[in-house]
């Protein structure tokens, strides 16, 4: 996320069996950081931000449940002025609200709320395709559609997205949720990363957390996870209009799909 550049390649962890770190600090397997007193303070509200989201995003801290900064330095074994400057940041990010008087609680998703998300997303998640393709096609120095000699860090980025997409097919055959939310989410992170635009790169990471919140929130379809097989196709291909065109119509069936699962809406009605 936003602010120390850790929340994408801790959400990217999430989907390995490997113990998390965060900046090189080990967590135990609950996902709560292993902290000493040498620890900088800093260091210490980054750890507790990413160990709070994480709850949140597993939906062990359930969406309206109060969070009590006591309660919560108890948890994760800190002190309270870390775990304060975290609940700060996290209701900045929008996955806490304030509470008059009382603190904070997880945000509710309403309704509006996912429409605004997906507004917002949409054209960034489009764009970001359009991008990546464009690069690989730039890289690989042929004409649309080829995919001859990408340079390694083109050639790491689109085998980076094809082992997501696998990954997120074996948890959903043995039923691992988590594991299918997080390698989904990371693929559309690593398309973003492809794009090479460091500004659309930090405005994504300020809705990562949130996307990943409502991915858990709904089952991904069959078709949608043949859509990324898709987009990844146009992707390597450098073929940015058809990049854009699916990533579009994955964007757009992923919206149906979550208004369908959390409020009962119709699936894929017309506009």
Same mark, same amino acid.
């Given at each position: ?17 490997? *113990? ?5 600090? *080990? ?5 709560? *950081? ?24 597993? %939906?062990?801290? #359930?969406?309206?449940? %109060? ?12 002190? %309270? ?18 509470? *008059? ?5 997880? %945000? ?14 949409? #054209? ?23 995919? $001859? ?8 980025? =689109? ?21 299918? =939310? ?18 659309? =790169? ?49 964007? $757009? ?19």
């Amino acid at each position: 996320m936003a602010g120390d550049g850790t929340g994408t390649s801790d959400r990217r962890a999430a989907t390995d069996s490997a *113990p998390h770190t965060t900046n090189g600090t *080990p967590h135990a397997t609950d996902g709560t *950081p292993h902290t000493t007193d040498r620890a900088p303070r800093t260091s210490l509200s980054a750890q507790a931000r990413e160990a709070v989201r994480q709850r949140i995003v597993d %939906r062990r801290y #359930p969406m309206g449940s %109060r969070l009590v900064e006591r309660e919560v330095a108890e948890e994760l074994r800190m002190s %309270r002025v870390p775990v304060r400057e975290a609940l700060r940041a996290l209701v900045a990010e929008g996955l806490l609200e304030l509470l *008059p008087h009382s603190g904070v609680r997880v %945000r509710r998703l309403e309704r509006d709320d996912v429409r605004h998300l997906y507004e917002v997303w949409e #054209p960034l998640a489009v764009q970001a395709s359009r991008l990546a393709a464009r690069r690989v096609a730039a890289t690989a120095g042929g004409t649309q559609g080829e995919t $001859r000699g990408t340079a390694h860090g083109e050639t790491q980025g =689109v085998a980076e997205l094809r082992a997501l997409i696998e990954r997120a097919e074996r948890a959903a055959e043995t039923g691992e949720g988590e594991r299918e =939310v997080a390698a989904h989410t990371a693929f559309h992170e690593e398309i973003v990363a492809l794009a090479g635009n460091p500004l659309l =790169v930090r405005t994504m990471e300020q809705l990562g957390w949130q996307l990943q919140l409502l991915f858990g929130m709904r089952e991904e379809p069959a078709h949608m996870r043949a859509q990324h097989a898709e987009m990844l196709r146009h992707i390597a291909a450098g073929d940015e209009d058809s990049a854009a065109a699916s990533t579009f119509l994955h964007v $757009r069936d992923s919206r149906a799909v979550a208004l369908h699962s959390l409020f009962g809406d119709a699936l894929y009605t017309k506009e």
